[in-house]
């Protein structure tokens, strides 16, 4: 499609279908009356539409002009890129003439071309100058997307009506590829069951949040030596000194803290980016530009923070385990403890986005487009909302996500469950485990690749000229667990290694240090702006771009993990200092809220637009850092709602779990010491009916033969 025939049709369209002139409008709801595609209520409506703007200076009134007022324009700005024309939705859909019964009704259409149907020679004689101002400007305007024009009806008018209307110009070779719209109760709906639920869940927790804080208060007042319990899980004053309070903590893994919360600034600048630069824009040309541009690589790649988590995740989740090794045996009730802590520790502010998701966001705003967001949002989450909360989204649903950018969550959901199995293997089978995780980054790595290679995907989706739907790219390889396991496998083998002392401890000359220290952020640089001049442009390399997507992500997973391993070992000098200062690790705890609640904030601000942004770099800056501070402050509330109460309800679990299995120890002793009194010998007093380590019986029970705990306190019990 060529830019001109975009310029000259929209021109076309918005001058000759309904102009500012008064007259134009009466002459289409003339070229109307004969046709049998309009409604008759709608037929008549524009009738008198027509009519009241005609006697505009008798007995009519205003509610027509300003019908037509708030009815799309001939743009400026046309050459450059401006095709998101919205009319005035606040003025259209508040008309309301109580005399002659009307409403408003603000209709946004998407405008399609046919460029074979368009007579040139009909639009311009200066057919060759327009010729050379296509030529000049057609280069990259494809990624505008449809051009839209608004329409003021009156509300009689149905949605079919509106793009009948709006079609008239197709003899030019245009016409309106759908429809989308809304009057005053479209834009101020009546609460619907689903938000009656949603509004006295949140109201239930807001009052469980209230008085748990009064009766905390109250306790620590007459109790000085006062524990949280049950009933002051959810109390805003405990958790809230917890939570701003800086532990004077230097651990081995300090550093993540710092690592996690400029990955997280870093995905929030990838979505403000994004989510601007393809909502409505006045400059699309300037936003073509600054995407093609190197600067732009630093914001588009902010998907690589994702990697950084799932190599901190694996890293964190194998340290942790192998630190206390001596009591981390791998049966039943361990691998349950495993599950019901991370489930715990996602699940419950996660819930509540899915929540407000499923039944409250098309109360929270309203605009030009809000219905398609009300449509890819809240419609997802209605019907996949159970997908969301049981991680496999991104396998089911992957086309239909609910709150699309937690597909992370599925990812590292799915290897955490695969977790205890590789533990088991390296505890059990050093080497049979650690091949086990090279093979699983290898065969990740290969499985990107051959993806990328057989459905020509692109290394970078910021390439204009990409002939594979962006969706293919997402499904086959983006949010796919498989293909994107490589970084949390380099993570597990780094996490074991650093628990291993002969590595932990091991000194490493400067001689080296320094060239490892070069080496990496040199490779996180050519990862970051690397394919720039050679993955772009018409002409598709198949086989460079399937090397690219397969090895990109896991090398900068490798150079990420040096850089924890020499934090970690006392090699990281004044990065490591940094990287773990009490700033990062306040911060730290709010991260998750944040990445939780941002996209969709971020695409409610979009989607409530009026009127097209103007794009430059300190307007992006703007948005970022003013987004950025609007999350930390929500996940404020976050955290104290749904984290931290979670936190002290689990450890209560956890903690009661344990006295039950300490008591069913202690009873089972006094068994076991009872059988002794009859002059049955003692073998093993503290033996637990959990432990499932090899003993010895002698020849009088089991002729030496091994058996569990449970068999040996059978055979005592036997002897009675």
């Known amino acids: 499609m060529k830019i001109g025939s975009i310029l000259i049709a929209i021109c076309a369209v918005l001058t000759g279908s309904i102009a500012v002139q008064k007259p134009n409008a009466v002459k289409i709801v003339d070229a109307l009356v004969d046709t049998d595609e309009i409604s008759p209520k709608c037929l008549e409506s524009l009738k008198l539409y027509a009519y009241r703007l005609n006697s505009i200076g008798s007995e009519g009134d205003l509610w027509a002009l300003k019908m037509l007022d708030a009815t799309s324009k001939m743009p400026v700005g046309l050459l450059s890129y401006n095709f998101g024309e919205m009319g005035n939705f606040k003025q259209c859909t508040e008309i309301v003439s109580q005399r002659d019964r009307v409403k408003g009704k603000y209709c946004l259409g998407n405008v399609v071309i046919n460029t074979t149907a368009i007579d040139y020679s009909a639009i311009t004689r200066n057919y060759a100058y327009v010729k050379r101002l296509i030529t000049k400007i057609s280069d990259g305007v494809h990624m505008v997307g449809y051009p839209t024009w608004a329409i003021c009806l009156p509300s009689n008018c149905t949605d079919e009506d509106a793009k009948y209307v709006m079609g008239k110009s197709q003899t030019l070779g245009t016409g309106i590829d759908s429809v989308i719209c809304q009057t005053i109760e479209d834009v101020n709906p009546p609460l619907d069951n689903a938000a009656i639920i949603g509004i006295s869940i949140l109201s239930v927790l807001v009052v469980i949040v209230i008085m748990s804080t009064i009766y905390d208060i109250y306790c620590q007042n007459i109790h000085k030596d006062y524990q949280q319990s ?214 990740s790595i290969s499985i990107g690749f051959f993806r990328a290679f057989e459905d020509e995907l692109s290394g970078l989706q910021t390439n204009y000229y990409s002939k594979t739907p962006f969706n293919v790219y997402m499904n086959d390889y983006y949010l796919k667990t498989e293909t994107r396991a490589a970084p949390w496998f380099i993570g597990t083998i780094l996490g074991y290694m650093l628990t291993r002392k002969t590595f932990r401890d091991s000194r490493i000359s400067k001689h080296i240090v320094i060239p490892m220290w070069f080496l990496s952020l040199t490779v996180m640089l050519l990862c970051v702006l690397g394919g720039h001049s050679t993955l772009r442009g018409p002409e598709y390399h198949r086989l460079e771009n399937a090397f690219y997507i397969a090895l990109v992500r896991p090398s900068f997973a490798l150079a990420v993990g040096w850089i924890i391993w020499a934090c970690a070992t006392n090699h990281g000098g004044f990065i490591n200092t940094a990287l773990s200062h009490g700033v990062f690790q306040f911060l730290n705890k709010f991260i998750y809220s944040m990445y939780l609640l941002h996209v969709t904030c971020l695409y409610m601000i979009m989607f409530s637009q009026k009127r097209p942004l103007y794009m430059t770099i300190f307007n992006l800056a703007y948005w970022f850092w003013g987004i950025f501070m609007l999350m930390f402050g929500l996940s404020i509330i976050w955290v104290l709602v749904f984290e931290s109460p979670m936190i002290v309800l689990e450890r209560i679990i956890i903690s009661k779990l344990k006295k039950m299995g300490s008591k069913s120890s202690k009873l089972n002793n006094q068994a076991v010491s009872d059988k002794t009194k009859k002059g049955l010998p003692l073998y093993r007093e503290n033996c637990c009916m959990e432990d499932f380590r090899i003993v010895n019986i002698p020849k009088m029970y089991s002729e030496t033969k091994p058996v569990t705990c449970q068999e040996e306190v059978r055979l005592y019990q036997g002897q009675s």
């Open 230 to 443: 049950a009933s002051t899980a959810f109390s805003v004053y405990t958790n809230g000194k917890k939570l701003f309070q800086v532990p004077k903590r230097l651990s081995p893994l300090s550093c993540l803290d710092g690592i996690r919360v400029i990955s997280m600034i870093w995905i929030v600048m990838l979505h403000t980016y994004s989510v601007y630069t393809t909502g409505p824009v006045f400059n699309s040309k300037d936003v073509v530009n600054l995407t093609n541009s190197l600067i732009s690589m630093v914001f588009l790649n902010g998907s690589l923070a994702c990697d950084t988590f799932l190599i901190v995740g694996g890293t964190l989740v194998t340290y942790v385990f192998f630190k206390k090794e001596k009591s981390s045996e791998i049966n039943v009730s361990s691998v349950a403890r495993h599950y019901f802590h991370r489930y715990m520790r996602l699940t419950p502010a996660l819930a509540g986005v899915v929540l407000v998701s499923a039944t409250l966001l098309k109360y929270m705003g309203s605009g030009p487009k809000w219905p398609n967001f009300v449509q890819f949002f809240q419609g997802f989450c209605t019907q996949y909302w159970w997908t969301s909360i049981l991680y496999i989204q991104n396998e089911v649903n992957s086309d239909q996500m609910c709150a699309g950018h937690t597909w992370y969550l599925d990812v590292d959901m799915q290897l955490y469950i695969l977790s205890p199995f590789i533990f088991w293997m390296l505890k059990k089978y050093t080497k049979t485990g650690l091949a086990f995780l090279v093979f699983g980054t290898l065969s």
